[in-house]
């Protein structure tokens, strides 16, 4: 190549013939394999993040789908009614209904032929503690019911959980003085009889969370409402607060050092931790202005905060992106300004606003450090808060914050629930997801 | 080709409809336009000609105070149409704009249908009292405009759906809808293949009728074909104005004569 642009290097008019085009230099040789080289990181790269991905899903899977079964002892109870009454009248109402449950119980091994030597107390403990109160709360809202016999699905207690799902072993009980392997030959026995079964768990979806020695009766239900109205004062004040600031911004601020100030200013706030926002929150709301500890309309503030830069950043990029002809054909037929960006700037910019929202929404879900600081982590004994302004005020948890607060229990029977939660958490998101997608094809407009 | 009673100002018989006086614009530091005097006849077409960067468009741009859109823009000077000093502070540049209309080098149509494009400046200035008010504005202006036969079965079809000619002519129709009494535009056929940049030029001398038309183009040829009068620019000033005749065929300026002529721009 070189001697032939060095021999003809003063003719101008008659260029240097190059080499065949059937033959590669080495120069486009080593631009290919160059070309060629980079295809291939980039490829491994994607693998790399997909095999992440399958292992995150194939893990939150494995771990987290046993926290949609649940273990359920069939026992048909005898309701009589001075049994009942008697029950009532004492100070710890529960420990009589548990007697009343131990009989049927015992009733129900012996009539399935199973034979053991064990105390009604022993017996008592392959069921959850909270079975008792299940079958109060089941005659107070009935009391037709007394009289009768009643067939009630009661919970098991969570190592007879564990054990039908693999999670508890014999050796496992050796040290522990909750259960013991005979109890586990009557569990075997039971469940082939059909009297102990795992089911689908509606508790675990729509219940309020428990108490530690009780893991088998959490559930996410009651978080679920806890995130739900934050998320509504979220969508309520970050929505019209970003979008108007954006739109203001973008559109009529004037440009100088102080607009300057504001844009690099909330570009960092969407890079500050949120834990900062927290405490923020905490400082502002809690201390300040004297707002309920953990309720969620506190929670929706701090996550107000946290989204409005994501929303105000994604809404300004999509007014940008919307082109100037269509300003300049508003304005050049008298359109005012605003005519200009309300009327044709806007609903242009819609999708892009909307997905910008709609993540900045999913983020706030899925947030749990701020709501650590403002107490909306811990056990929430209460159970769905009864209307409105009780959602808004009342204590109460997250879903992210509730998936922390088993995670951290000592019980793996909370662990796998803890997972359970993640698999709802991540469905939330995914839908929310979807919705943008959804939206952005639905409102995008071509011109 | 020139039967309109165009008068030359100084004659004193006809005001001018635009009379500028020493008008100079800035962009931040630059001077775009340096001492600008120019009248511009009612019910005529003038035609700003000169090569690119010599600010005939930011001139143009001045008639109807787009630029008050760029924030380092400043204009001075004096712009009266009809005798109104158009930078006044009392005037609304908005109301100012539903009187001069503009067409841009890019046809822009709004993403909406063929028939909002055009009802929506009518609809924001209040110029129908009903819908039927309406449709007669529409179905007039896209009459005036030559794109009514073309369009009349699918005025709720998008206007951005249509080809490149006929989004030009349905700007002009929305430009058309607001009754301007002054049309401004800022190379309108640039985008346009030749047939559809005939339409245009066609259109244009039959809006003469009605309208003062102000034209930037960068065809020497079309300048020739569509305006009477014709003002060359170069470097930010007015070299030359006069009638279109003359200027192509005897300009008194030796750079007018280059540019004309095809030794530069």
């Known amino acids: 190549m070189t001697d032939t642009t060095a021999q003809t290097g003063g003719a101008v008019a008659t260029p240097a013939r190059k080499g065949s085009l059937l033959e590669v230099d080495s120069l486009t040789r080593k631009r290919n394999a160059a070309e060629a080289r980079f295809k291939m990181y980039g490829l491994s790269a994607v693998i790399v993040g997909l095999l992440f991905l399958v292992a995150l899903l194939a893990t939150i899977l494995s771990n987290g789908t046993s926290a949609f079964t649940q273990t359920f002892i069939t026992i048909p109870v005898p309701l009589e009614r001075a049994e009942i009454e008697a029950a009532e009248k004492s100070i710890v109402k529960t420990s009589k209904y548990r007697a009343i449950i131990g009989t049927a119980f015992a009733n129900v091994l012996s009539s399935a032929g199973i034979e053991t030597d064990m105390s009604a107390k022993d017996l008592d403990k392959m069921m959850s503690s909270g079975a008792a109160a299940s079958v109060r709360d089941f005659v107070l809202a009935n009391p037709g019911s007394i009289g009768t016999t009643h067939t009630f699905d009661l919970l098991a207690s969570s190592r007879v959980d564990g054990y039908l799902k693999g999670r508890v072993t014999r050796e496992d009980l050796i040290n522990d003085k909750n259960l013991d392997a005979a109890h586990l030959d009557i569990v075997d026995r039971l469940n082939a009889a059909g009297i102990v079964q795992k089911r689908f768990n509606w508790q675990f979806i729509f219940g309020a969370d428990a108490s530690d020695s009780r893991p088998e009766q959490a559930g996410i239900g009651v978080s679920m409402i806890g995130s739900f109205f934050m998320m509504l004062v979220v969508l309520v004040l970050s929505l019209p607060i970003g979008v108007a600031a954006s739109i203001y911004l973008e559109e009529f601020a004037p440009k100088n050092r102080f607009t300057d100030l504001i844009e690099v200013n909330i570009s960092n706030l969407a890079a500050v931790p949120s834990i900062v926002f927290g405490i923020l929150g905490l400082a502002a709301f809690i201390q300040f202005a004297h707002l309920p500890q953990s309720a969620p309309l506190v929670g929706g503030l701090v996550l107000t905060l946290m989204t409005l830069p994501t929303i105000i950043i994604s809404t300004r990029a999509s007014l940008k992106s919307v082109p100037p002809s269509i300003r300049n054909a508003a304005l050049g037929v008298g359109a005012s300004k605003m005519q200009s960006v309300f009327h044709h700037v806007l609903p242009l910019a819609m999708p892009g606003i909307l997905t910008g929202t709609i993540i900045g929404l999913a983020q706030a879900l899925g947030e749990t450090a701020p709501l650590l600081l403002i107490g909306m982590v811990g056990f929430i004994a209460s159970n769905v808060p009864d209307g409105v302004a009780a959602g808004f005020l009342d204590p109460n948890s997250a879903m992210p914050a509730q998936i922390y607060e088993w995670a951290k229990r000592a019980d793996p029977a909370f662990y796998e629930r803890a997972w359970g939660g993640i698999i709802i958490l991540l469905l939330f998101l995914m839908t929310m997801n979807i919705i943008a997608i959804i939206l952005r094809r639905r409102f995008e407009r071509r011109w | 080709m020139n039967e309109m009673p165009v008068v030359d100002a100084e004659a004193g018989t006809l005001l001018p409809k635009i009379s500028a006086k020493k008008v100079q614009v800035f962009y931040g530091e630059t001077h775009a336009i340096k001492d600008v005097d120019l009248n ?226």
């Open chain 2, 40 to 265: 511009i006849a009612d019910r005529t077409v003038t035609a700003f000609i000169g090569p690119s960067g010599c600010g005939k468009s930011t001139f143009l741009r001045c008639l109807n105070r787009m630029n008050d859109t760029i924030d380092i823009c400043r204009v001075e000077g004096d712009i009266r149409i009809d005798g109104e000093d158009i930078y006044d502070p009392k005037v609304d540049p908005v109301q100012l704009r539903a009187k001069v209309g503009m067409v841009f080098q890019k046809p822009n149509p709004f993403p909406k249908s063929i028939y909002d494009n055009i009802a929506y400046g009518p609809r924001i200035h209040g110029l129908s009292r009903s819908k039927a008010d309406l449709d007669e504005i529409v179905a007039n202006s896209l009459q005036k405009a030559g794109l009514y036969e073309e369009v009349k079965d699918r005025l709720d079809e998008p206007g951005t759906g249509l080809s490149g000619g006929q989004q030009q002519r349905l700007c002009i129709a929305r430009a058309i809808a607001v009754s301007p009494e002054v049309i401004l535009m800022d190379e309108p056929c640039s985008a346009l293949d030749p047939i559809a940049t005939a339409k245009i030029e066609e259109l244009i001398d039959e809006l003469r009728e009605n309208y003062t038309i102000v034209i930037v183009t960068h065809s020497m040829q079309q300048a020739a074909r569509v305006s009477q009068r014709t003002a060359f620019f170069h470097l930010g000033n007015l070299v030359e104005e006069g009638e279109t005749k003359e200027i192509f065929t005897n300009p008194t300026d030796r750079r007018t004569q280059d540019y004309i002529t095809g030794r530069f721009g």
